[in-house]
């Protein structure tokens, strides 16, 4: 309870950052050893008394930075660690990706971003160079924002009792997101959706415009319908 | 941070998950700390106790009591810190069952569960009975010209707030907790603030409670702290919610522990604001027949008595409704498994509470007490005999799980030397108090509760033996609890997928 009772208390005291590395210690060992490791096995490891490693264990278990497998004696690496991973960078997209964005800027006056999503969280894979985003933080942050958010919420939300409303109900019945002055008061954003082979939400293909164009986009609809048929194989 | 930044960038494939817990259809990580600390308080209805629990324990303690409190209190912390083994290791709504079941196997785990389905189920009836009890004495006090029959008013009163309680239950989960949070904090606050009161008025004297102690008397202080422990069951009960709660395995053990504590805490000051007060009015508790209300009388504070009469009725109520939505989500892990009919195990689509459970268990917690009342002829004669079978259930399922806790250590490969001398040590003041208990109560008048208990024991391990013959893969199936989904694991889902949030876990549920 180290770390507990060094947190209830004001200020940084001299047992706080010791235990504060062994905890991490810990969870350095857990992702070396890989999932299923044992209590028992960290504890030989670490070389670290056994109740001690035990206290630290179920305290990163309670903080869900560590989880436990099956028959409750095997440990792996929680959903927190997987929230620490926002900070990775996502991996460059491959050349036929980047290619099919690129045509499709070409024929589109206005920035057009590839953004993929991760479970809940959406990272920008392929951001327009001529027309750069304006907030790329709030945009990964603040999903009920950004057309590429909303997108997201709404796929997430379909089943729920909110996808009646508000613009989890827009989006569904148009097909695709739209937001208007949250980042520029007169630009707007429309995301388009891309789905892999079993219609999961994998991407978004957006155009980010004056407010006039994102709300009649006309044939700009087509390009990015045209680009997100292609892409779809190509990212899932 | 090599092997960590390796595993974040490339996780590594964790096979074998399920997509979906064995319990899902509940709120799955749906409640906070403060509901779940609700559930448990509530569960042990401090307020209601406090006011009940020192005159019982003075009346054969004499002097003795605050010591009997105190060991009380400490054996609870001892079982509570022993349960907590398993709440921060596993989230199950099957409570001590799912435990035990993991420790010691199925048929202990019958036992345990049979133990603990009595403990719930009567605690609430007593709990009904009793919120109806105190509602009668409010309406004869707010409109005394009415003549109505004190027992038929409280039977009436029992079913209201059975079907009220029900409606909770089936509502959803925050909605249960959110009532009982909100009830139970409005009658310990009043209770906190009558006991200040009385302390305050009188503060001279309350060193000689702890400086000038009374003739130790060993047999009178074991009974009295055994009366004492039956004041301290359902602090466990937020092991029903462990698949409801957010961060289960910090907000369980940490509900647990702060329950005990707090109303261990009431119970000594109230016993020391009785204690103080009848030693200054001069009058005796044992001739007073209520003597909350004599007390505040005595004070010149009458109106006190309407105010302990609401707190304590709430009380009661708040601990029908944690009761229950503990029973029920017994019910449902037993359905799950296929101990119990399958129906059981299933859950509102919309609600996500386990309603057909909460459709059985609840007219059943209403009619027996009504019954009971009508066959006994009084409301309060009732409650002593529910309590007995209620307290007898708990402390035979608390027995178990610490019996149970130091082998699933062991068996997961966890076990060290603490766990093992506080598990024993409650484990054998637990029985001691149980015998004890049981034997002071089968030689009074109210003998029957013992041996109905004795007789739904038997009943119970008789169709659990019974359903083992003809289903023997429930060797296999009992004890469920919630898995890691894949969703909760680094590396759980393949490829990109593997970032699992909120909106998508809420939705597993479904």
Same mark, same amino acid.
């Given at each position: 309870?180290?770390?507990?009772?060094?947190?209830?208390?004001?200020?940084?005291?001299?047992?706080?950052?010791?235990?504060?590395?062994?905890?991490?210690?810990?969870?350095?060992?857990?992702?070396?050893?890989?999932?299923?490791?044992?209590?028992?096995?960290?504890?030989?490891?670490?070389?670290?008394?056994?109740?001690?490693?035990?206290?630290?264990?179920?305290?990163?278990?309670?903080?869900?930075?560590?989880?436990?497998?099956? /028959?409750?004696?095997?440990?792996?690496?929680?959903?927190?660690?997987?929230?620490?991973?926002?900070?990775?960078?996502?991996?460059?997209?491959?050349?036929?990706?980047?290619?099919?964005?690129?045509?499709?800027?070409?024929?589109?006056?206005?920035?057009?971003?590839?953004?993929?999503?991760?479970?809940?969280?959406?990272?920008?894979?392929?951001?327009?160079?001529?027309?750069?985003?304006?907030?790329?933080?709030?945009?990964?942050? /603040?999903?009920?924002?950004?057309?590429?958010?909303?997108?997201?919420?709404?796929?997430?939300?379909?089943?729920?009792?909110?996808?009646?409303?508000?613009?989890?109900?827009?989006?569904?019945?148009?097909?695709?997101?739209?937001?208007?002055?949250?980042?520029?008061?007169?630009?707007?954003?429309?995301?388009?959706?891309?789905? /892999?082979?079993?219609?999961?939400?994998?991407?978004?293909?957006?155009?980010?415009?004056?407010?006039?164009?994102?709300?009649?986009?006309?044939?700009?609809?087509?390009?990015?319908?045209?680009?997100?048929?292609?892409?779809?194989?190509?990212?899932? | 941070?090599?092997?960590?930044?390796?595993?974040?960038?490339?996780?590594?494939?964790?096979?074998?998950?399920?997509?979906?817990?064995?319990?899902? #259809?509940?709120?799955?990580?749906?409640?906070?700390?403060?509901?779940?600390?609700?559930?448990?308080?509530?569960?042990?209805?401090?307020?209601?106790?406090?006011?009940? @629990?020192?005159?019982?324990?003075?009346?054969?303690?004499?002097?003795?009591?605050?010591?009997?409190?105190?060991?009380?209190?400490?054996?609870?912390?001892?079982?509570?810190?022993?349960?907590?083994?398993?709440?921060?290791?596993?989230?199950? @709504?099957?409570?001590?069952?799912?435990?035990?079941?993991?420790?010691?196997?199925?048929?202990?785990?019958?036992?345990?569960?049979?133990?603990?389905?009595?403990?719930?189920?009567?605690?609430?009836?007593?709990?009904?009975?009793?919120?109806?009890?105190?509602?009668?004495?409010?309406?004869?006090?707010?409109?005394?010209?009415?003549?109505?029959?004190?027992?038929?008013?409280?039977?009436?009163?029992?079913?209201?707030?059975?079907?009220?309680?029900?409606?909770?239950?089936?509502?959803?989960?925050?909605?249960?907790?959110?009532?009982?949070?909100?009830?139970?904090?409005?009658?310990?606050?009043?209770?906190?603030?009558?006991?200040?009161?009385?302390?305050?008025?009188?503060?001279?004297?309350?060193?000689?409670?702890?400086?000038?102690?009374?003739?130790?008397?060993?047999?009178?202080?074991?009974?009295?702290?055994?009366?004492?422990?039956?004041?301290?069951?359902?602090?466990?009960?937020?092991?029903?919610?462990?698949?409801?709660?957010?961060?289960?395995?910090?907000?369980?053990?940490?509900?647990?522990?702060?329950?005990?504590?707090?109303?261990?805490?009431?119970?000594?000051?109230? @016993?020391?604001?009785?204690?103080?007060?009848?030693?200054?009015?001069?009058?005796?508790?044992?001739?007073?027949?209520?003597?909350?209300?004599?007390?505040?009388?005595?004070?010149?504070?009458?109106?006190?008595?309407?105010?302990?009469?609401?707190?304590?009725?709430?009380?009661?109520?708040?601990?029908?409704?944690?009761?229950?939505?503990?029973?029920?989500?017994?019910?449902?892990?037993?359905?799950?498994?296929?101990?119990?009919?399958?129906?059981?195990? @299933?859950?509102?689509?919309?609600?996500?509470?386990?309603?057909?459970?909460?459709?059985?268990?609840?007219?059943?917690?209403?009619?027996?007490?009504?019954?009971?009342?009508?066959?006994?002829?009084?409301?309060?004669?009732?409650?002593?005999?529910?309590?007995?079978?209620?307290?007898? #259930?708990?402390?035979?399922?608390?027995?178990?799980?610490?019996?149970?806790?130091?082998?699933?250590?062991?068996?997961?490969?966890?076990?060290?030397?603490?766990?093992?001398?506080?598990?024993?040590?409650?484990?054998?003041?637990?029985?001691?108090?149980?015998?004890?208990?049981?034997?002071?109560?089968?030689?009074?008048?109210?003998?029957?509760?013992?041996?109905?208990?004795?007789?739904?024991?038997?009943? #119970?391990?008789?169709?659990?033996?019974?359903?083992?013959?003809?289903?023997?893969?429930?060797?296999?199936?009992?004890?469920?609890?919630?898995?890691?989904?894949?969703?909760?694991?680094?590396?759980?889902?393949?490829?990109?997928?593997?970032?699992?949030?909120?909106?998508?876990?809420?939705?597993?549920?479904?």
């Amino acid at each position: 309870m180290a770390i507990e009772r060094a947190a209830a208390e004001p200020g940084l005291h001299a047992r706080q950052p010791r235990a504060i590395h062994s905890a991490f210690t810990v969870l350095e060992e857990v992702a070396l050893c890989g999932p299923g490791v044992t209590a028992r096995e960290i504890s030989a490891n670490l070389r670290m008394p056994r109740a001690t490693a035990y206290r630290l264990l179920n305290l990163l278990v309670q903080e869900e930075y560590l989880v436990r497998l099956g /028959d409750l004696s095997g440990f792996a690496l929680g959903r927190k660690v997987a929230e620490l991973a926002h900070l990775v960078t996502p991996a460059r997209p491959s050349q036929a990706v980047r290619t099919i964005v690129s045509a499709v800027r070409a024929h589109v006056r206005g920035g057009v971003h590839l953004a993929g999503y991760a479970g809940s969280v959406l990272r920008i894979l392929d951001e327009d160079p001529d027309f750069g985003l304006s907030d790329a933080a709030r945009l990964t942050r /603040d999903l009920e924002a950004s057309a590429m958010g909303r997108l997201l919420l709404a796929e997430s939300r379909r089943d729920a009792l909110a996808a009646s409303e508000g613009f989890v109900a827009e989006t569904l019945a148009r097909g695709f997101a739209v937001q208007t002055g949250a980042f520029d008061p007169a630009r707007g954003c429309l995301a388009y959706p891309i789905r /892999d082979g079993d219609g999961r939400l994998v991407a978004a293909l957006s155009l980010c415009a004056p407010t006039e164009l994102v709300e009649h986009p006309g044939r700009l609809l087509d390009e990015l319908r045209d680009g997100a048929t292609r892409l779809g194989p190509l990212l899932s | 941070m090599d092997a960590l930044a390796r595993a974040i960038a490339r996780p590594e494939p964790v096979e074998g998950l399920a997509a979906r817990s064995p319990l899902a #259809g509940l709120a799955r990580r749906s409640v906070g700390f403060a509901d779940v600390l609700a559930q448990s308080v509530s569960a042990v209805a401090p307020a209601g106790a406090a006011f009940t @629990t020192p005159f019982l324990v003075s009346a054969v303690a004499g002097g003795v009591s605050l010591p009997a409190i105190a060991a009380a209190l400490v054996i609870a912390l001892l079982t509570a810190s022993t349960i907590n083994e398993f709440t921060r290791r596993m989230a199950a @709504t099957g409570s001590l069952y799912t435990f035990v079941a993991r420790g010691l196997g199925t048929a202990p785990a019958f036992v345990a569960g049979i133990g603990l389905l009595i403990g719930y189920a009567f605690i609430a009836m007593f709990a009904l009975a009793g919120a109806g009890y105190y509602m009668v004495f409010l309406v004869t006090r707010l409109m005394p010209e009415a003549s109505l029959d004190p027992m038929l008013l409280g039977a009436a009163a029992v079913v209201v707030l059975g079907v009220v309680c029900f409606l909770v239950l089936a509502r959803g989960i925050r909605l249960s907790t959110r009532v009982t949070l909100l009830v139970e904090a409005t009658s310990v606050a009043l209770i906190v603030g009558l006991i200040v009161a009385v302390l305050a008025s009188n503060a001279g004297r309350v060193p000689a409670l702890v400086l000038e102690p009374p003739p130790f008397d060993v047999q009178a202080f074991a009974v009295a702290a055994t009366l004492a422990i039956t004041a301290f069951v359902g602090f466990e009960s937020s092991a029903a919610l462990g698949v409801e709660a957010k961060r289960p395995f910090a907000n369980v053990p940490r509900a647990i522990t702060w329950t005990v504590l707090l109303s261990g805490l009431l119970y000594l000051g109230a @016993t020391s604001a009785q204690i103080v007060g009848f030693d200054v009015t001069g009058l005796d508790p044992a001739t007073s027949a209520s003597p909350a209300n004599d007390l505040a009388a005595a004070f010149g504070v009458p109106w006190a008595g309407f105010v302990l009469d609401v707190s304590i009725a709430t009380s009661l109520f708040a601990c029908a409704v944690a009761s229950s939505t503990a029973l029920v989500r017994v019910l449902f892990s037993m359905g799950r498994e296929g101990l119990l009919p399958a129906s059981l195990g @299933t859950t509102h689509p919309r609600h996500r509470t386990p309603f057909v459970a909460s459709v059985v268990a609840l007219p059943v917690v209403t009619v027996v007490p009504v019954l009971m009342i009508v066959a006994i002829g009084g409301v309060w004669a009732a409650m002593t005999v529910l309590i007995i079978l209620a307290a007898a #259930g708990y402390i035979l399922a608390y027995v178990l799980a610490c019996v149970a806790a130091p082998v699933f250590l062991y068996r997961i490969g966890e076990l060290t030397a603490w766990p093992l001398v506080k598990a024993a040590v409650a484990a054998v003041a637990l029985t001691g108090m149980a015998v004890l208990y049981l034997v002071e109560e089968s030689g009074g008048d109210r003998a029957f509760g013992v041996s109905g208990f004795v007789v739904l024991l038997a009943v #119970g391990i008789a169709f659990t033996r019974e359903r083992m013959l003809r289903r023997p893969w429930l060797r296999h199936a009992i004890g469920v609890y919630d898995h890691a989904v894949a969703g909760d694991v680094l590396g759980g889902i393949p490829a990109a997928e593997w970032v699992g949030e909120e909106p998508d876990r809420s939705r597993r549920g479904d």
